[in-house]
């Protein structure tokens, strides 16, 4: 069985969880004396390489948590390295040599979501550790975590639910857990639904633009208009929210010529091929089926002179006044919706 661990991924709420159960189950077993979580960038390196080694004390098992991957710093000028710098790297290949050395009692867990996989440390640990790889959760995986975490709150939500839920919450895991929370604590033992979770849950910025752009794809003037408003109500600024929409439609075009070149070609193809993240092509791959590339082009062309107006002062804009940037996205909304 396995003693040594690295637990990586973007998805921190899973993998923050992880922490927490295994803290849980090993104070239940064994108590807490030997559990020690420590922070690589507080604590010296010896330290760390003394806990990791230590035997159990009055126990037979001990569990440590290592915050951050120790290494040699990232930037240094090797005509100016320091006895500190030497001695560093020096305790570093000592580590890197221990890691076989820790004691079966011990279980030694590094924590680090995003770790620089070029430093000689990450490649030695991930040739003896087991590495736990927390992604971000998508399409059934991710409706299935909301409604079990639902359920926990002794509610229910059925899947086109949960599934309009994720799309106001970007599929962030923290956000959908403490809006889970807030809707739960408001409508106890009760099912979710659109209306409810409308009436509780405020969009992010990008959930928002899906929403209009989804609109505008029904040539819905009014719920495009109403998004709008929406934002402007919540307080946004709506240069960026004009900025986002620009983004989008950038997006619709680089899909719709995805779609052309590769016909068989799918939302994770082309995330991989932008580098989006796997929501935002999801979402964008299903709103361009529902427009022309005329009308795309048309539309950018449209956006790309409400810009080129904000630069040159013709549409006038301060923090407390967005009246005329407001009218100008109305009035493209109305000629995009209106042909």
Request: glycine content about 2%; some cysteine.
């Amino acid at each position: 069985m396995k003693n040594l661990f690295l637990f990586t991924g973007e998805e921190t709420y899973l993998l923050n969880n992880q922490i927490k159960d295994w803290k849980n189950a090993f104070k239940e077993k064994h108590g807490d004396m030997n559990l020690e979580i420590l922070d690589s960038n507080e604590i010296p390196l010896n330290e760390i390489m003394a806990a990791a080694l230590a035997m159990p004390f009055l126990s037979d098992k001990r569990l440590i948590f290592i915050h951050g991957l120790p290494d040699s710093p990232k930037i240094r000028n090797a005509d100016k390295v320091s006895k500190k710098d030497e001695k560093r790297d020096e305790d570093l290949k000592k580590f890197a040599v221990n890691l076989d050395n820790i004691p079966e009692s011990s279980v030694v867990v590094f924590v680090q979501p995003n770790p620089d996989k070029r430093f000689s440390f990450y490649k030695n640990l991930t040739k003896k550790a087991e590495i736990k790889e927390f992604n971000p959760l998508q399409g059934q995986m991710l409706n299935s975590w909301i409604q079990n975490e639902v359920k926990k709150k002794g509610c229910s939500i059925d899947l086109d639910s949960a599934e309009y839920l994720a799309s106001l919450t970007g599929q962030d895991l923290w956000r959908l857990s403490s809006e889970i929370s807030k809707i739960s604590s408001h409508s106890p033992n009760v099912a979710f639904n659109k209306t409810l979770i409308d009436k509780l849950v405020v969009p992010t910025l990008e959930a928002n633009i899906f929403h209009f752009t989804d609109a505008l794809a029904a040539r819905d003037h009014k719920r495009a208009i109403h998004k709008l408003h929406e934002t402007m109500l919540a307080g946004d600024n709506l240069r960026p929210l004009f900025y986002m929409i620009v983004r989008q439609f950038r997006l619709l075009l680089q899909a719709n010529g995805y779609i052309s070149n590769n016909p068989t070609g799918n939302s994770s193809s082309f995330a991989s091929s932008l580098k989006l993240h796997p929501f935002v092509a999801k979402n964008t791959f299903e709103q361009v089926r529902h427009f022309k590339t005329s009308e795309l082009i048309d539309a950018y062309q449209n956006l790309l002179d409400i810009d080129v107006d904000m630069k040159t002062s013709k549409i006038r804009m301060t923090t407390d006044d967005q009246d005329e940037l407001a009218l100008a996205i109305e009035r493209f909304i109305l000629r995009f919706c209106c042909k």
